[in-house]
């Protein structure tokens, strides 16, 4: 009977949930040759999810040679099985062009397919597509759904947009106060071109009182960020201000975002 007891002490099997918590936890700490070393059975015994990190990892060069024919295949698989981030990194490439030919109309089927799942950087990327109008049909409506959708789920650049078509009055009244709100939101996420938006309005007095100081703090933080939309504003905020208010401006710049509203 020592085999029984053999048994019942042996440790039991982890499920796949649990064989992917461990693996992107391994991914976390940058040690990807344990989280593809725990991948690659999954995804060779049909885990959608654990396919779709493969993808990821050749995809990204990360803990393996960057391959985009195999982050093609990869992801191609993990779509084609329904899992939304692999549709969403699948219509990453199509729309980049890596690996495949460059097509914008299944990159936005495939965006469109992982946002009705609920993958919120897919219905970003969806709204922006709709929005923009450059490689699909645009469509305001449809675009401002989506983004409420990704907003809801914290995704900041969303928020952005979501300003923007206030500001815009596309498919919404004008309203310069909401669209501060929305870029108030981004920018306490972190999002750039929210801080960006956020310190013109600040600047110009739009939708905001006028705060000069407040305006080329969130324009250097927006600057520091990378946003583009910053410099058209940096020359005229800064030359408001006296040497005194420059220098509180930097501080601000420099010190820990505010906790963000739910």
């Known amino acids: 009977m020592r085999w029984l007891d053999r048994l019942a002490h042996k440790p039991a099997r982890r499920s796949v949930t649990d064989q992917l918590a461990v693996a992107i936890d ?3 700490r940058n040690d990807y040759a344990t989280a593809l070393g725990i991948w690659e059975p999954l995804a060779r015994s049909g885990s959608a999810r654990a396919q779709n990190n493969i993808g990821a990892c050749f995809a990204e060069g990360l803990g393996v040679e960057r391959d985009v024919n195999l982050a093609f295949r990869w992801l191609a698989i993990a779509a084609e099985a329904g899992d939304p981030v692999g549709q969403r990194n699948l219509a990453s490439l199509c729309f980049r062009g890596e690996g495949v030919e460059q097509n914008y109309r299944r990159a936005a089927e ?9 993958d ?5 990327m969806l709204s922006w597509m709709l929005l923009e109008g450059e490689v699909i049909e645009p469509d305001v409506a449809e675009a401002r759904r989506w983004a409420l959708a990704a907003a809801k789920q914290g995704i900041a650049s969303a928020m952005t947009r979501i300003g923007m078509l206030y500001h815009n009055a596309l498919g919404v009244s004008r309203d310069p106060a909401e669209a501060v ?3 108030r939101k981004a920018a306490l996420r972190g999002d750039a071109d929210g801080q960006a938006l956020l310190g013109a309005a600040s600047h110009l007095g739009a939708g905001i009182p006028a705060d000069a100081v407040e305006a080329y703090a969130w324009l250097l933080r927006a600057h520091a960020g990378g946003s583009v939309l910053a410099g058209r504003y940096m020359d005229a905020a800064r030359a408001a201000l006296a040497a005194n208010e420059i220098a509180e401006a930097e ?3 420099r010190s820990p975002l505010e906790e963000p509203d739910p």
């Not at 495939?110 to 609920?118: K, S, V």
């Not at 919120?120 to 970003?124: E, F, I, S, T, V």
């Open 26 to 28: 391994a991914a976390k």
């Open 110 to 118: 495939l965006y469109r397919a992982a946002a009705e799942q609920g």
């Open 120 to 124: 919120g950087p897919a219905q970003d």
């Open 181 to 183: 709100r929305w870029w």
């Open 251 to 253: 501080r601000r710049a």
